[in-house]
Each structure stands twice: as C-alpha cells, then as structure tokens.
C-alpha cells in the first residue's frame, strides 16, 4: 500500500478494493462477503444496517444537492439488500463560515426526500470545525431496514447461477458528469442532470412481484465496471455483457469521448443492477419499466458457466474484450 | 449524422473484417505509434476481429508514457517548493518519478491542479498573482498549438508569476529512431491527430527511407480496419506510400495556421524519452523570445540524474521486440497502481493493457 492515502483510495476501484480488505476487514474482523447492508438477527427479526459518508463538490449540482445523496443513497444500500428502509441517522460536519441559507436548504431537500421515500430521520449530530479543517460540509447518514427472511440471500448472491440475466433500470454516468459539468473549474457547460433518487419503491414493486431477484447493487462509485467486478468475484461466475444493450444517453457518451471517460465507470447515485432468473426476468423488465425511475431499463448480459471469474464484454462493433475493474479515478486523457 | 455511431456500425465493421480476412497471404505485424490508437483498438475488441496473421504492436505514442523520470523530478521538485502550483492535465499526476509522483505529492499537500487547457492555467495566474504558476506543457503535434496560443496570451496578458515546463515532442524523430535501432515491423498506423497539424507528408521518410508502408489513421474502429485492410493491400502490391485513410480529417499539408503558432513559440531541442533514452531533436523548447516563461531558466534546479530500473523493458516492448509478460517485474514490482516503466503508467500503455486485457 502507498504511503499516503490518495484520491484513488475512495474512487471504488482497485485500490479502494484493496483498502477495505487489507485494512478494515482484517482489523475489525468482519464477516465476508462484503455487502452494501450488514444482515443482523435478533430474537427473530432480522435487520439490515448500513452507513455512508457524503462529500460532493460542489454541494449544489444540476439535480440535486449533497442532502439528497447524503439520504438517497443510504436508502439505495438498504434497498438493494432486499430490505425495506425504516430509519436514518444524519451527522453533519460543518466548517465555520458555512452559509447558514444552504444548511437550509440541503436539510430541507434530506426532510423532503425521506417524506417522499417513507423512511424517518430520527436521530443526528452536527460537529463544526474551524475554518479550513474540512471542506464546506461533509455528511455521514446510517439507516436501518426490515429485511424479510426471503430475501437475505441477495444481499450475498449465493443464489446466482448460470444463465441468470443482468437488468439494469436506466441510462449511466448522468450523476458522474452533471457533477463534473457543475464543477466551477471547468469551463464546459453540459445539459446532463444527476440521477441522483431513492430506489426504495422501484425496489420494492419488483421485490412484490419476482421471487427470483438473485442479487441487486447500485451502481454508485466505480459503476457498473466495478459491480460488474465485484459480481464475478462473489459469485465466482463468468459475465457476458452486450456493449450495445447498455444504455448511456447521448450527453454522456459525448463528453466521455471528449474527456476520455468511460461511461461504465462513472458514478450513478439512482441505478441498480439486477440479477434475475431466466425465468422471470422479463416479468422484471416489465415492472421496471412500469415505474417512472426504471422506463430505460434494459437487458445488458447474463451469467455464464464458462471463463469464470471474468467478465466479458461484446464490444458495440462485434469484437470481444474483458472488462477490467477501475483503477483509481479517472483522469481526462491528454489526446 | 452524429460522427460516432456510424463510424462504428457493426455491419460495416464486419466487412471490413471479412475484407481484410481475404486479403491476407502471409503474416504481417504493423505498429501504431498513437496512445488514441492503442486505447480504441482496445475498448473496441479490435484484436479479435483480425485474422491470427496480423499482429497489432503498440509502439511509444503516448506521450505521458514516454515522459522521462527527470522531468516528473523535476516537476516535484517545483512542487515542494513555497507558493508554487503545478497545472497539468489528468493523466501526467500519475506518472512515476524516480521516488514520487505528483498523485502522491498532491496527497501530501502540494498543490497540484488538473486542467483541460494551458488558458485555464493563465486564468489561474491571473487570479492568483502572488503564486508561481507552472503549466507541465505535454504532448506531441497535437498538444504544442495549443500550448504556443498560451505562450503568446501569457506574453500579451504580460503575466510575471505564469512559467512553462516543456516535455512537448515531436513525432518522426522517434519513429525514424526506432526504425533504425532495429524492428521487426511491415508497416505503420500513422498518429491521425498529429497529422492533422502536420500533415501527412511528415511521414514520406517510412516509405522512401525504409521501404515501410504508412496509413495515417482515424479512431474508430471502422478507421482502424480500414487502415490496416489498407496497409497489408500496400504489402501484397510491395508498394509502400503514405496513405491517408483519416481523410475527413487530414491533408497533405496540415494545419498551417497551427504549425505557424507551433514554429513561432518552440524550436526543436534534444529530448529524453522515457524507455528509449536522448533522441536528438526530438522535443520542443521555447525560442529565445519566450525564454522569460521558461521555468528551467527562471528557477533553476539542480537534481540528481536518475537511471531506470535496468531490469524494466519497456525499451524493448515499446520497440515492438518483446512482450510484457517475458518482463521479470510485470505484475510483480510493476502494476497500475505502482509502475515502474512506461508502458505501465498510462491506460494506453501495452503492460498497462496486458495487465488489465491478458489473463495469466
């Protein structure tokens, strides 16, 4: 490991990967497979429990504000772990100076948020630190959700198998590049809006409908690159995806060729991948596409019994490659 | 017409492939000396539309790959010094320096700022005029215009704390180079956007010097497969030429207006390039006028030469000689996260492809 922690230690790829293994498991003895919720029993209730720390520059982006993230995305965790969201915490730290109108303003759109998505933010704390010691305002939410003994094999995939399907609810990388458009020092100004919403109903209408849903993740830091990834390792089963079948919406596509960027690996805060059984994943599709946060979901690839551990991609123009985890984050490419 | 999609039309894509499958009659092994080319023949699975008798080699076009040690030294040493910022593009942070890299001088607290453009480093300047602005200027033919319009604006804006540090390279010394030292190659993919600027006659030395065949080349895969269904038709005719498939796009002569900013800013200087060592008049340093800028001049450093890790072969690999698996550090001491040579650092380098493409 480096010496120094760098960006590329939160990016959710390689060296992301490597950190949470190598440091946090070891030393606090967790259970593997890691998972977006913890699963804890007791005396007959099972619960799902999870935590996450929010920074975003800038605060406020086309969409959304780091409120909205900061509750959306650990209703998302809970969600694609099979659970129902119940109850959030919020802790703030607020570096002195901070404008008391945007506080306002992001708890206001957190408060609207969690009314919208039926969760409670019941419980909090705020720490102001001095000026320069963090940067404007950083957020850290937890949440609880009930999770249903039916559904605690998701969170794991030890269901998985062959021939299973891979769905996704809509368009990628339309969080990544609203937020690196808003971003004051850089001089473009793209029409992207960040997908930035709570996955929690979408969730559960096809949680309702499909016993077969195998395995969910949201496809936050690393994209679907890195749950691409993390699916063959957990699985240990070999992916087929069909380049063509993902969508990507134009604005994106056309500032990652710019930029150098790949869609794949771009951060979402509102998309899910799915695995469904080959029996019922159409059933899926179509109850996805019903709720107004899945219209663009598509069928990208499947779960295979061959090149294990591997994830092959079947390029746009008909040529074949494997999909690599994302190394560190991505940096704008010199020609 | 949206310029991307219907250059990578699957239909067309396939027969190209079947073209090319037919037209083969022996085996052939080409070079693309551009890191646009080596990343797009990747994403894009090109590889395995090729007939076995074809092999692809990517050679020293990019141009992060190819930066020496002692300029990223150097650029670290600016950057530990007081009231400096270094401007760079994205890529170059990662780079290794003989014990550093800016990724990890930036996480100890230099200030070290990406940009997309050299102007975006003059409005730094200008709004920061008690800091020392260093803009690491990087690239081949395609990237110096850009840089001699920063030039010119820094000198017009009459901006004091605004310097320049130049890896800026040029293209046919280095291939001339190669091609000299000894290669194993039939032809080459020529750079597309380099002679966009240049013009494709830059590269008539291929064919008439070396009897080597030249297609300058567009990105997209039904460009690639073109070109190449173009170079292995100059092979079986043994008629090597210059041949332009990146036609929408180049001409002959290039980019005039661009060249003309490009000649009136630099003049040639010999360069260090990282795996192949001093290649004479190879890079670009500012002219005399513009020597104020230079950050060399303005705050001289005095660093220890570095040598490369002599068991590293990228040399080799970037002469298209060797492979990156016969490498006794590939995978081992050198990987994406810790590179060691070149051609680890960059997503367009080969080790860094192999690493992420080619399985053990």
């Keep these: 490991m480096n010496e120094f922690i760098t960006l590329n230690h939160g990016s959710g790829g390689r060296q992301a990967h490597q950190l949470i293994t190598e440091l946090y498991v070891k030393s606090f003895e967790m259970s593997l497979p890691l998972t977006d919720s913890a699963v804890l029993k007791n005396n007959g209730y099972t619960l799902a429990f999870t935590t996450d720390s929010y920074v975003v520059d800038p605060l406020f982006f086309p969409g959304g504000n780091i409120g909205k993230i900061a509750v959306c995305g650990t209703i998302n965790d809970l969600s694609v772990s099979g659970a129902v969201p119940q109850y959030l915490s919020a802790s703030f730290i607020i570096e002195e100076g901070f404008p008391l109108c945007d506080l306002k303003a992001i708890v206001t759109t957190m408060a609207e948020e969690a009314r919208l998505a039926g969760v409670r933010i019941v419980t909090g704390d705020t720490k102001v630190v001095g000026k320069g010691k963090c940067d404007r305002l950083f957020i850290t939410t937890s949440g609880t959700g009930l999770l249903k003994p039916e559904f605690e094999h998701i969170s794991s995939g030890k269901l998985i198998c062959p021939g299973d399907k891979l769905i996704v609810n809509g368009a990628l990388g339309d969080h990544a590049i609203a937020v690196l458009g808003a971003r004051n020092n850089l001089s473009f100004s793209s029409p992207v809006v960040s997908d930035c919403a709570s996955l929690n109903h979408l969730i559960q209408s096809v949680l309702e409908e499909s016993s077969k849903v195998h395995f969910m993740r949201d496809l936050t830091r690393g994209g679907l690159s890195a749950v691409l990834y993390e699916l063959a390792h957990l699985s240990g089963s070999g992916l087929l995806v069909e380049e063509a079948a993902v969508p990507v919406d134009d604005p994106v596509r056309g500032l990652c060729e710019v930029l150098g960027f790949d869609p794949f690996s771009l951060a979402n805060e509102g998309k899910v991948l799915i695995v469904a059984g080959a029996e019922e994943y159409e059933k899926v599709l179509g109850i996805l596409r019903a709720h107004p946060l899945g219209k663009k979901s598509a069928l990208i690839g499947e779960i295979t019994g061959a090149h294990k551990g591997e994830i092959i991609l079947n390029t746009l123009t008909g040529g074949k490659r494997i999909l690599d985890i994302p190394s560190g984050v991505q940096l704008p490419r010199i020609c | ?360």
């Design chain 2, 1 to 360: 017409m949206k310029y991307i999609g219907e250059y990578r039309d699957r239909g067309l894509v396939m027969k190209l492939a079947d073209h090319i499958r037919r037209s083969v009659t022996r085996n052939y092994s080409f070079m693309e000396v551009c890191g646009g080319h080596t990343s797009a023949i990747q994403r894009f699975g090109i590889h395995s539309l090729l007939p076995p008798q074809i092999s692809l080699i990517s050679g020293p076009g990019c141009p992060v790959c190819v930066t020496s040690t002692g300029f990223i030294d150097r650029a670290i040493a600016y950057s530990r010094m007081e009231n400096v910022t270094i401007v760079t593009f994205g890529d170059l942070i990662r780079v290794p320096g003989s014990s550093s890299s800016l990724e990890k001088e930036k996480a100890g607290g230099a200030d070290i700022r990406i940009v997309f453009s050299g102007l975006d480093a003059l409005e730094i300047s200008r709004s920061e005029p008690d800091r020392t602005i260093i803009f690491l200027g990087i690239g081949f033919e395609t990237t110096a215009p850009g840089t001699a319009v920063t030039m010119k604006t820094a000198r017009e804006m009459q901006l004091k704390n605004f310097l320049l540090l130049s890896a800026h390279k040029i293209m046919p010394p280095v291939m001339d180079s190669i091609v000299k030292d000894g290669i194993r190659i039939d032809g080459f993919i020529c750079p597309g956007h380099v002679a966009v600027i240049t013009g494709s006659e830059i590269f008539r030395f291929l064919p008439e010097k070396y009897g080597l065949g030249c297609v300058v080349s567009g990105f997209e895969p039904t460009d690639l497969l073109q070109s190449v269904l173009m170079l292995v038709n100059q092979i079986n005719e043994e008629s090597p030429d210059v041949g332009v498939q990146y036609s929408r796009a180049v001409t002959e002569k290039g980019n005039i207006i661009a060249r003309e900013q490009m000649g009136s800013v630099f003049e040639p200087c010999d360069a260090e390039w990282r795996g192949f060592g001093n290649i004479p008049a190879s890079g670009l340093s500012l002219k005399k006028e513009f020597e104020y800028f230079d950050a060399g001049r303005r705050i001289p450093l005095n660093i220890e030469q570095h040598r490369d890790n002599p068991a590293c072969i990228c040399g080799d690999i970037l002469r298209g000689l060797k492979q990156p698996d016969i490498c006794p550090l590939f995978r081992n001491a050198c990987t994406p996260e810790n590179p060691v040579g070149a051609c680890m650092v960059s997503s367009e380098g080969t080790c860094n492809s192999w690493f992420k493409y080619h399985r053990q």
